[in-house]
């Protein structure tokens, strides 16, 4: 650890309770999507990953580790570039509003992220949410002045897994890629 200088946290499933943040967040975004059809919306969310039996999303699914985007070309395969880009803006209006206020801070980690900022680490957050999601979530939690940047899907050319969010955050602090750590709960946060 000593020399980590800089930690990139994903957000969701690390800083915020996955499931109890975004099974609400997701219902809406599907039931939008299916026009209030709760059959339709119901397949839908099972296509993104939901697990009706556990009634949890599964470790790697697109909902749990993709981006927007990757959600409107699962539920909308044949839209246009120009209603792709507005199906995206839709939900990234959905996720940043919604998200952020139904945002559940996983136990013990505002206090955490509190000692982590008081031994000087720099702190980011890595996410496949929007930027703005993220920005909005770590306010709501009362955590965002503990943060030097969040890097959403948005925000870099290429979204997690892709290093782009860890150059960025490089970038941003002066550490060297090798001095940040990466903490989340998915393959895609390690890889």
Do not use: C
């Not at 339709?40 to 790697?60: E, I, M, N």
């Not at 959600?71 to 509003?97: C, G, H």
């Not at 940047?149 to 550490?175: C, E, M, Q, R």
């Not at 750590?181 to 393959?187: E, Q, S, W």
Request: proline share 4%.
């Amino acid at each position: 650890m000593a020399e980590i200088k800089g930690i990139l946290f994903d957000k969701d499933g690390t800083l915020v309770d996955f499931n109890a943040t975004w099974l609400g967040v997701a219902d809406f975004m599907a039931m939008d999507a299916s026009e209030g059809d709760r059959w339709k919306a119901d397949r839908l969310l099972a296509a993104a990953g939901y697990d009706f039996a556990t009634k949890r999303f599964k470790p790697d699914s697109i909902f749990a580790s993709g981006t927007n985007m990757d959600v409107v070309e699962l539920w909308f395969p044949r839209l246009s570039d120009e209603d792709q880009m507005l199906a995206v803006a839709r939900f990234n209006e959905i996720t940043s509003v919604q998200g952020s206020a139904m945002a559940v801070a996983l136990p013990g980690i505002v206090e955490t992220l509190g000692v982590l900022h008081r031994k000087s680490y720099r702190l980011g957050v890595a996410t496949n949410d929007s930027t703005t999601g993220a920005e909005k979530t770590l306010l709501t939690l009362g955590v965002a002045q503990l943060f030097d940047a969040a890097y959403g899907y948005d925000a870099v050319a290429n979204p997690k897994p892709a290093p782009d969010t860890i150059l960025a955050f490089s970038d941003l602090t002066g550490l060297r890629p090798a001095a940040i750590a990466m903490v989340g709960d998915n393959r895609h946060d390690l890889e």
